[in-house]
């Protein structure tokens, strides 16, 4: 039994290592860089330990506006990604002959890069001295003004970010949310269609719930990616997002890092811990929510 625990621990060795080098040691330096006070990235210094870093990132208006941005990114475009990935998936669940088809026409953007599909949302909503794009012109001919959709108001822009999210991010749901339909019994279906069961009883009472562990998936991973949102918004917005107002933690970090006011690992490890600690607390409630609703 000892050698087959032994000869067990050596087949895992290399992915511990793996996840050691590139996912344990990572997270113990920022663990570190996040406490290290007066950190100077040129000369490798410090000189104490504390909180301060956590305390200044909390007060910087910059990363207030990118909590916002983001959480307002969350709470719109997961619920409303995910209702209607379920409304097509039902649609497409209907009609068995084209399904194939409306599958593969729907995951097209999933597949397309993340940067081109903003760059095209950009040239559609952006109004220049030469043209109101087609958005614009869509809203014109309907009676309406021409509104800065890249440049203009704030929720302007954050319902730019929003539609851009929910676009992107419903081909995977699609797929997910079918392949769990098909996968439902259809003994059960049979059996509702000689109750005489309504069609929408028979979603509540059979379809929802055998594909529930699915959607909460979704959700969670859901919730996971538009936290960690920031190339989108350079492809729309361009690289500076902190003039432009629709900075993300993610953005945040990598400015504090790399960007204009960058070179302050202390303070983009401290955001990272924050943003770390979000995730997990909302992953966390997801998952209780989901594993009392499985034992109900």
Request: glycine fraction near 8%; include cysteine.
């Amino acid at each position: 039994m000892e050698k087959k625990s032994m000869k067990g621990w050596l087949y895992l060795l290399p992915a511990i290592l793996f996840l050691g080098v590139f996912m344990l040691y990572p997270l113990i330096d920022v663990m570190i860089y996040s406490v290290e006070e007066g950190y100077n990235s040129a000369s490798q210094t410090f000189y104490g330990y504390g909180g301060y870093n956590f305390g200044y990132v909390l007060r910087d208006p910059y990363f207030l506006q990118a909590i916002k941005n983001t959480f307002l990114l969350v709470i719109i475009t997961v619920p409303l990604s995910t209702i209607l990935a379920l409304l097509i998936s039902l649609a497409l669940s209907s009609v068995p002959k084209l399904k194939e088809l409306f599958q593969t026409i729907y995951f097209l953007p999933y597949v397309t890069n993340t940067l081109a599909v903003g760059l095209v949302f950009m040239i559609l909503f952006k109004k220049t001295p030469y043209s109101d794009g087609m958005i614009n012109a869509l809203i014109n001919l309907f009676g309406g003004s021409s509104i800065d959709f890249i440049e203009g108001p704030y929720w302007a822009k954050m319902l730019v970010m929003c539609i851009y999210t929910i676009w992107i991010v419903l081909p995977f749901k699609i797929l997910i949310l079918t392949s769990a339909i098909a996968s439902v019994n259809p003994v059960y279906y049979k059996a509702a269609k000689v109750d005489g069961t309504s069609a929408f009883r028979t979603f509540y009472k059979i379809t929802l719930p055998m594909i529930a562990p699915m959607i909460f998936y979704l959700v969670i991973t859901g919730f996971i990616g538009a936290f960690k949102a920031y190339s989108d918004e350079v492809a729309i917005f361009g690289t500076n997002l902190n003039a432009a107002g629709m900075n993300t933690i993610v953005g945040y970090i990598y400015d504090m890092l790399y960007g204009d006011s960058g070179g302050y690992p202390s303070y983009a490890s401290a955001a990272a811990l924050i943003l770390f600690v979000i995730v997990l607390t909302i992953t966390t409630i997801n998952l209780l929510i989901s594993g009392r609703g499985s034992r109900r």
